[in-house]
């Protein structure tokens, strides 16, 4: 079955403890991103990437890391938490670019950061 | 500044009634995509119309684009329990220097049994 999968589904931690959120495709696709989902603000672009060692940011990356090593994966790593980070995280993936393709979206990750 | 946005932010309609959903954009495009996201779940593609399209079907959705007045609408015939949801357009949006997808702030639907 074609799938975007990420873990953990749900995370509780404290502020400054290093976390990474994995994010995995089977679909051969390109183009990965990750987002956030906050209550107000609608759905934001943290970072994404056009391909293997591609990497961009998007409109909200401060506090965020990426690599992109292999073609399926796509970890998001939170160095030093804080409780602004607190959201509901999606990773995406399509065949190319986003702009002209179906984006797939992965069932979602809740941080909380106390 | 958003470059789609939903209207209305919320509808509560019977099943059985039609739905529509409304997204306005700001600048020139070359297609809209129309999202769906369950409750707490992933956004699920529903349809993706080009600039050069009036009109796509999918199903019991129908999707409209005027490019002249810069918005498009998403209609759902025979709504059912199921598809209550948020509702999401996505257009291009050049912000940074490079062209993203930018997605509204959503239409959340409620159908009622």
């Known amino acids: 079955e074609a799938q975007v999968t990420q873990n953990p589904r749900y995370l509780i931690t404290v502020t400054g403890k290093k976390l990474t959120v994995t994010c995995s495709q089977n679909?051969?696709?390109?183009?990965m991103s990750w987002y956030r989902q906050d209550p107000g603000l609608g759905l934001r672009q943290i970072y994404y990437s056009m391909n293997v060692e591609v990497t961009d940011k998007g409109d909200v990356p401060e506090g965020y890391k990426v690599s992109r090593k292999e073609k399926r994966n796509f970890p998001l790593i939170l160095e030093s938490p804080s409780p602004n980070q607190t959201s509901l995280y999606f990773c995406a993936s399509s065949r190319g670019g986003q702009l002209n393709n179906e984006q797939f979206f992965g069932p979602g990750t809740r941080l909380t950061v106390l | 500044s958003q470059q789609g946005e939903e209207d209305p932010q919320a509808l509560s309609i019977q099943e059985g009634e039609n739905a529509t959903m409304n997204c306005s954009y700001k600048?020139?495009?070359?297609?809209l995509q129309w999202y769906r996201q369950n409750s707490g779940r992933g956004l699920v593609h529903l349809i993706l119309?080009?600039?050069?399209?009036r009109e796509k079907h999918s199903g019991r959705l129908r999707v409209t684009l005027d490019t002249s007045k810069k918005s498009s609408s998403l209609l759902i015939t025979a709504s059912r329990a199921a598809d209550t949801a948020s509702y999401f357009c996505a257009t291009e949006a050049l912000q940074g220097g490079s062209e993203k997808l930018v997605f509204g702030k959503g239409t959340k639907l409620t159908v009622n049994p």
């Open positions: 679909m051969n696709h390109e183009y």
């Open positions: 600048t020139s495009i070359n297609n």
């Open positions: 119309i080009r600039s050069n399209e």
